[in-house]
């Protein structure tokens, strides 16, 4: 196809992430005429699964591990149907790393007595009587992430695993973060839930069908991405392209519709028409795009939306495992990184056998001086670390990788709600587009939300004929809101 050539589908979709992807995948069952393009070589934004080959080794690991857990029971049945009983329930089991020990996580007051001392637990404990106080009694608002932390914790706690942590991961004080985060990552948390849970644990070995991600969750045997390769498969079985290496760059619109996009196709540049968008890429990006462009206040609200990154390093290694744990966090500054994950203990065909690997975390800023890092300097940087512990040392080490992000992670500022209010505002005045997923949406969603928004999407097309009446469409807003606490869900029936 020419460049001036136009070509038709009745509806396309642009990004072959968990959210585009499960869009297609729900049109492709109902028989409607679709394409996804997508601008990498591969599926699964991030939730891919990437092969690590050495000689006649296969390592696998997730870009950051995706478990998969649900409040909504349907979802479960959706990934069975794609995969089948390749995946499996694992105990979870997670630590972090404080003033040289490592704690459990979420926090156990038993262990943490044990370790830090009672006269540290007392403090810990007339600190949140003054935070409740002050807070629950008499009423003192709660304006961002930091106060929220403080009134659920006390200060002495919230400094030790919270604040630390969550200001380490978005390099900003926890004071300029929007409430929301807290309502996401922590809700529901607090001095009395952690102690009615541990309470719980010693006297009942079976827990309530209602789980937090600290106990059980369930992971493909080969990885997240098993789930996205094989609904692209059968996406193309159906006869539905997907084109890789291929990315918008316009967005022509009339009369509160969209009308074509053009993409650059390998190098080629392609017009599309089309009758409907399903669109997961950067809403900060999308608004760019659109011909005629918006308001100059949507772009200047879309400007302030910030993002942040991380660069992350994969390390193989001739060590059987180097702990029982899925996930262990660093919470404090003076660590470089900040999260490392074992593949192994997610899934043991994740590693071969006798070995195992590391995915380490570091959050950055795109572009700056530690995401251009390269393996070996990212390795000089946890090596020290991983040998004074006695973790594993260098002589170990086979093989390390780097996997450098780009807008990976929402920023919640306080005043993200009001800019993304304006963008949204704007964007919903177009009644066959549909913008989905955790960038499309700019929400820091799991990968759950993001396969119901994609089949939410697909089934609103169908439901409307694609007329895009708003009378009629699902609200895509409702799933992940800011007010559901994500660490928690439900095992399958």
């Known amino acids: 196809m020419k460049p001036e050539e136009s070509k038709y589908f009745k509806t396309i979709i642009i990004g072959a992430g968990p959210a585009g992807l499960a869009a297609g995948y729900e049109l492709s069952r109902n028989g ?6 997508e601008k990498n070589d591969a599926v699964g934004g991030l939730a891919r699964t990437y092969l690590v080959k050495e000689e006649n080794l296969v390592f696998r690991t997730d870009y950051g591990p995706h478990r998969f857990f649900s409040k909504n029971q349907r979802l479960y049945k959706f990934v069975e149907e794609i995969i089948g009983d390749d995946w499996q329930r694992i105990e979870r089991h997670t630590q972090q790393f404080i003033g040289g020990r490592f704690f459990d996580y979420p926090i156990n007051y038993i262990q943490a ?46 400094h030790f695993s919270i604040i630390n942590y969550t200001e380490k991961i978005w390099g900003m004080d926890s ?8 309502q996401q990552r922590i809700a529901g948390l607090n001095v009395f839930s952690l102690l009615l849970s541990l309470i719980k644990k010693m006297l009942f ?14 992971y493909p045997i080969y990885g997240t991405g098993t789930i996205y390769e094989t609904i692209k498969s059968r996406i193309i079985e159906h006869g539905h392209p997907i084109y890789f290496q291929s990315f918008p760059i316009g967005v022509k619109h ?32 999308f608004v760019k795009l659109l011909d005629p462009l918006p308001p100059q206040e949507v772009l200047d609200a879309a400007l302030y939306l910030k993002y942040r990154s991380q660069v992350c390093l994969f390390i193989t ?21 900040d999260r490392v994950s074992e593949m192994k203990n997610f899934s043991p065909k994740m590693s071969p056998p006798d070995k195992t690997s590391l995915f380490i975390e570091f959050f950055c800023n795109e572009g700056d001086k530690r995401h251009n890092s390269s ?19 260098a002589k170990e080490v086979r093989n390390c990788y780097v996997f450098r992000g780009g807008k990976d992670y929402p920023v919640y500022d306080v005043d993200y709600k009001k800019n993304l209010g304006i963008v949204k505002k704007y964007l919903d005045n177009f009644n066959n587009l549909q913008y989905i997923g955790r960038p499309g949406r700019f929400k820091y969603t799991n990968q759950d939300h993001s396969l119901e928004m994609g089949i939410i999407a697909a089934k609103n097309i169908k439901n409307t004929k694609g007329t895009g009446d708003r009378a009629n469409l699902s609200d895509l807003n409702s799933i992940g809101s800011s007010g559901e606490y994500f660490e928690k869900g439900r095992l399958r029936n």
Do not use: C
């Open 205 to 218: 070995r079976r827990k309530a069908s209602i789980k937090t991600i600290i106990d059980e969750f369930y």
């Open 317 to 337: 290694l001739d060590k059987n495992y180097v702990s029982k744990n899925q996930w262990i966090y660093f919470p404090e500054s003076g660590i470089p990184f």
């Open 375 to 393: 393996g070996h300097e990212l390795l000089s940087l946890v090596l020290p670390f991983f040998e004074k512990y006695g973790l594993f040392n």
């Open 175 to 182: 004071s300029k973060l929007h409430a929301d985060w807290a």
């Open 254 to 285: 009339r009369d509160s519709r969209i009308i074509s996009v053009e993409m650059n196709m390998g190098g080629e540049i392609q017009t599309f028409e089309l009758k409907n968008l399903i669109e997961s890429i950067h809403l900060t990006d």
């Open 32 to 37: 409607y005429n679709f394409a996804i393009f």
């Open 113 to 158: 007595a044990r370790i830090v001392g009672p006269a540290k637990i007392f403090n810990m404990s007339i600190d949140y009587l003054l935070a409740f106080i002050k807070y629950k009694i008499f009423r003192k608002p709660i304006h961002n992430f930091k106060d929220y932390a403080l009134a659920n914790f006390g200060r002495a706690l919230a």
